[in-house]
């Protein structure tokens, strides 16, 4: 079965850096989201992308957030100046239509 | 403002029996009602979904329902099985682009 795939499975950075994180939806899907969860906590959605644009986005999406589909295979989710409280397991996810929505196994981010 | 919950952060059921997971949700705009289960370090995997035309959807041991005017929507799982233990969340679409996920409910189902 297809798969969304993220890279790297683990990121380990100190506050104040960027990191990007990279995923590869599955080939034929037309909308791309981020969502992230806080250990413990629940699944909360950060952003949609459609048609190389955002969608929708929530309100922890702020400008130290982007997304970027920078070919026809690679999203990309860059946060600009990390902070401690951006530590979370990051998911890509891909849709083709209005159905549901295929999860990659996360990218832990740990900001020290 | 959480538009979607759980209310039972944890479950246990015997093997076998009926698993079921509530999910309660506040906007009656959402149409498209889904259920995903989660293993730790892993991502959500896909379970079954209901649209808001219908008021219940069977797939093999899981069957959804969905009460509009209760605004609730539970999935059961029957017979229960220990490769079942994980974490259930629904998540909801109000027919744009985002889905809002519950709180989760950990299952375990004991042998």
């Known amino acids: 079965e297809p798969e969304v795939t993220q890279t790297p499975s683990h990121q380990v950075t100190q506050m104040g850096q960027e990191v990007i994180l990279r995923c590869v939806p599955i080939?034929?899907?037309?909308?791309f989201y981020w969502y992230r969860q806080i250990l413990g906590q629940k699944v909360e959605f950060l952003v949609s992308?459609?048609?190389?644009?955002?969608?929708?986005k929530s309100e922890i999406f702020d400008d130290q957030f982007s997304v970027e589909r920078p070919d026809g295979s690679n999203f990309t989710l860059k946060i600009r100046s990390t902070k401690l409280e951006d530590s979370a397991m990051y998911f890509c996810?891909?849709?083709?239509?209005?159905?549901?929505?295929?999860f990659g196994s996360g990218t832990q981010l740990s900001v020290l | 403002d959480q538009q979607v919950k759980q209310n039972s952060p944890s479950l246990s059921v015997q093997e076998g029996r009926i698993s079921i997971l509530n999910c309660d949700y506040t906007n009656s705009m959402f149409d498209y009602f889904l259920w995903y289960k989660k293993y730790p370090a892993e991502g959500p995997t896909f379970l079954i979904s209901?649209?808001?035309?219908?008021d219940k959807n069977e797939d093999g041991r899981f069957t959804v329902f969905l009460n509009k005017s209760a605004k609730h929507l539970s999935l059961h799982i029957v017979p229960s099985q220990p490769g079942d233990s994980a974490v259930y969340f629904c998540?909801?679409?109000?027919?744009?682009?985002?889905?809002?996920f519950g709180t989760g409910t950990r299952l375990k189902v004991l042998a």
């Open positions: 209901i649209s808001s035309i219908k």
């Open positions: 992308f459609y048609n190389n644009e955002i969608s929708e």
């Open positions: 080939s034929n899907h037309l909308y």
């Open positions: 998540a909801a679409s109000p027919g744009t682009y985002k889905y809002i």
């Open positions: 996810a891909s849709r083709q239509g209005i159905e549901k929505l295929f």
